[in-house]
Each structure stands twice: as structure tokens, then as C-alpha cells.
């Protein structure tokens, strides 16, 4: 149990591209999802904190127009990456919460690569 | 500030060399203290959650423990297979509901 499934796995696009990433809780409902962004050799860093039906709340330095987040049900949330540029090439995670006192469950990652 | 350090950076094992990963913390109020496994190009696998001092949690070779200020994640005959990076992260009470903070890993090789 407590699957979460991510997509696309793997994006190569050109500079100035929006690129859509997707986090599904496939077997159970998550009201909290996170997203994640980690370099090589590095911590998962937070990004955003995602509540179905609600504004996500940024961590410090994350640029909300930059990327845009979406959580319209309990087993969806999306990030977008807006007009991306190559210093937005990172390993993106996501995280799906199955409740209060339980631990997150992870996505297999998207590894964005910005030409 | 709430923070979390992983030690060793990397360790190198013989199959059936025991071993144990460090993980240090300091914060406000422990809320709980996670293990994560992650394997290259992959997301973390959860392995364990302690929320007090003097907890133990076993998972086949796996043994984690936890104290005021640190975690222990013990590896008894380490196989190739148990060769990734393990996480340890935190959470904390009165801060962002469920919000973790990691330590950067420790990354583990197993040979045969």
C-alpha cells in the first residue's frame, strides 16, 4: 500500500518551455502533498507544501510564479515549471501524505533537464 | 534552527560487516524521526518512524534507535543489495504540519 506514482520520469526540453509535472496517491487519499527538489549529491530540499482545495505554501526562496502548483483533488497535485530555464535542471520529487501521524510516501522523481 | 547531519558521508562494507549509520539532530520539540532508503534516479522508500527516546524498530537486517539527540541505523551482515543512500530526517512540533527536514545521507556500498 501507499503508492505514490510521478510523472514524467525523465524531461529534456529547450529553454523557455513550461513543463508540467504530475503526483499521483494511487491507493490512498492525500489531503497533504509536498514537492522536493534535490541536486547531486544533496538533501531533498522543500519546496512547497500542497493542500488539496488550497493555496500551496512555499518555503523561503521558491519563486511562486516560477512554479506553479496544483492540488484539485485527493490523489493529484501538480507542479508546473514556468518558462524554464537551465538553472531549473534539478531532480524534482514528490511526497504524498496518508495522514497526520504517518510517514510521507515518495514518487520515483522527474529529472528535468533544461537545454 | 532545526537541523539534521548524517555521518559518514559514505561507507564502504564487506558483505557480513556489521555497521551503523549516525544521524544527529537538534530541534525545537521532536515530533518523530524518519529512516528513508533511496536508491539511484528514485524517490526515498520509507523504512522506519521513532518517536521517542529509548524506541527501537527492526526491519529484516535493518535495526534503527533513537535517543535525545541522535539516531542510530544499524546494519547486522550487510548484503549487496542493501547497497543506497539512507536518509534521516525530522519533524518537528510547532512548526509546518508534517514538514521534514533531511540530513544530506549516508551513502552505502556493500561488496560482495
Known amino acids: 500500500g501507499a503508492v505514490v506514482s510521478q510523472h514524467p520520469s525523465r524531461v529534456i526540453c529547450k529553454s523557455g518551455t513550461s513543463v508540467k509535472i504530475e503526483c499521483r496517491s494511487l491507493?490512498?487519499?492525500?489531503?497533504?502533498m509536498f514537492w522536493y527538489r534535490q541536486f547531486p549529491k544533496q538533501s531533498l530540499m522543500l519546496m512547497a507544501t500542497?493542500?488539496?482545495?488550497?493555496?500551496?505554501?512555499?518555503e523561503q526562496g521558491v519563486e511562486k510564479d516560477k512554479f506553479l502548483i496544483n492540488h484539485a483533488s485527493l490523489t493529484l497535485s501538480t507542479l508546473t515549471v514556468t518558462s524554464a530555464h537551465p538553472e531549473d535542471s534539478s531532480f524534482y520529487i514528490c511526497s504524498a501524505l496518508q495522514g497526520s501521524n504517518q510517514p510521507q510516501h515518495f514518487g520515483d522523481g522527474t529529472r528535468l533537464s533544461i537545454l | 534552527e532545526d537541523q539534521v547531519t548524517q555521518s559518514p558521508e559514505a561507507l564502504r562494507l564487506q558483505e557480513g560487516e556489521s555497521s551503523s549509520l549516525n544521524c544527529s539532530y537538534t530541534v525545537s520539540g521532536l515530533r518523530g524521526l524518519f529512516w528513508y532508503r533511496q536508491d539511484p534516479g528514485k524517490g526515498p522508500e520509507f523504512l522506519f518512524t521513532l518517536y521517542s527516546a529509548g524506541e527501537e524498530k527492526e526491519k529484516e537486517r535493518l535495526k534503527a534507535t533513537l535517543t535525545k539527540k541522535e539516531s542510530f541505523l544499524h546494519i547486522t551482515a550487510p548484503k549487496p543489495e542493501d547497497s543506497a543512500t539512507y536518509l534521516c530526517a525530522v519533524q518537528a512540533w510547532g512548526g509546518a504540519t508534517n514538514k521534514l527536514i533531511f540530513g544530506t545521507g549516508t551513502l552505502l556500498a556493500v561488496q560482495p
Open positions: 491507493d490512498f487519499q492525500a489531503t497533504t
Open positions: 500542497s493542500n488539496e482545495g488550497s493555496k500551496a505554501t512555499y
